[in-house]
């Protein structure tokens, strides 16, 4: 089968296209046929010789300190079970699915999941490569709810043009908050097609100086200061930051424990009745992905450039025939 390894840490050209050999499931595992799979700046991070923060070194130690151990990238897929393990009860031959690899692996024509993975029948109206990142979501998900979101909050995402922000909104709508999105100007007229009340062009100043505060603030990106983001915050207001930074635990708590306002990070930890939640909010209409480019396998160090840029409007995906 074809597959995209890496053996080193460094720029896109480290990632090639190789022929492997096929994996064979375990008894309590699929051997999935990946029809399509969502490229993330988390790949790109992975794959770089930069530790952006404390939490990617952690990582690293788990993926690899001086060379991968795990050599083909990509978490989030879609595809189709070719064959099942003796042992398998939850799907059969046949079966579409969506969901997260645990391990990545899914820059590849075939990947070996355990049933008791984030995995689950794909929704009927998403084609494989729609469904492929749906798993970002679950992160959206998980920040909402820690934030404790409620219908007529009014919520800030900071970054709401990428994957996880794409989804985040559109949650934060179904949860029936006033949401307002800051991004770059070229990705205002989709999240404004996504259901934004407002947007914000973070280029045209420090929005963080306007007066205007909100009862959460989900930063996407980790790009606010510690500052700046107790700043948005009204009275009780709840502030989420999907990159958890060492350096503002202190001052967090701080604030945490010395005023209403609640500043709070941490890492998603998805679960497999999330994405059947999810799953059901699709087929409902009130979940879509956004998608801005496709590759193809051969084509993957082209796509981590593109997104190292910075630029990228909601997912980008491989398809892979």
């Not at 699915?97 to 990545?104: E, T, V």
């Amino acid at each position: 089968m074809k597959a995209v390894l890496f053996y080193n840490y460094g720029p896109p050209e480290v990632l090639q296209l190789k022929e492997v050999e096929k994996p064979v499931p375990k008894d309590n595992e699929v051997l999935l046929k990946i029809r399509a799979a969502a490229i993330t700046m988390g790949d790109c991070e992975m794959r770089s010789p930069k530790i952006p923060s404390f939490t990617w070194f952690l990582a690293r130690l788990y993926f690899g300190l001086r060379k991968p151990r795990l050599k083909i990238l990509g978490s989030y897929l879609a595809g189709e079970v070719e064959t099942v393990g003796a042992e398998v009860k939850s799907f059969k031959k046949g079966d579409q699915l969506f969901g997260i690899s645990h391990r990545f692996g899914a820059f590849a024509e075939y990947i070996c999941l355990s049933e008791k993975y984030v995995l689950s029948g794909m929704p009927s109206n998403m084609t494989f490569e729609e469904a492929a990142p749906v798993g970002l979501g679950l992160d959206s998900l998980h920040f909402l709810k820690k934030a404790g979101i409620k219908k007529e909050d009014t919520v800030l995402i900071n970054g709401a043009g990428g994957g996880i922000g794409t989804y985040a909104l559109q949650l934060a709508k179904y949860y029936g908050a006033k949401v307002t999105v800051v991004d770059s100007n070229d990705k205002l007229e989709m999240l404004r097609s996504l259901g934004a009340d407002a947007v914000i062009d973070y280029q045209e100043g420090d929005f963080t100086k306007s007066g205007t505060t909100y009862d959460i603030v989900f930063d996407v990106v980790g790009a606010l200061s510690h500052r700046r983001s107790v700043r948005l915050l009204n009275k009780n207001g709840r502030y989420i930051s999907a990159i958890p930074l060492l350096s503002r635990l202190l001052p967090s708590l701080w604030v945490s424990w010395t005023t209403g306002k609640k500043m709070m990070t941490g890492l998603a930890n998805p679960h497999k009745e999330d994405l059947d939640y999810l799953k059901d909010l699709i087929e409902a209409g009130h979940l879509k992905t956004v998608i801005e480019r496709h590759y193809g396998l051969e084509e993957v160090a082209e796509a981590h450039r593109y997104i190292e840029k910075g630029e990228k409007k909601g997912n980008v995906v491989v398809k892979i025939d």
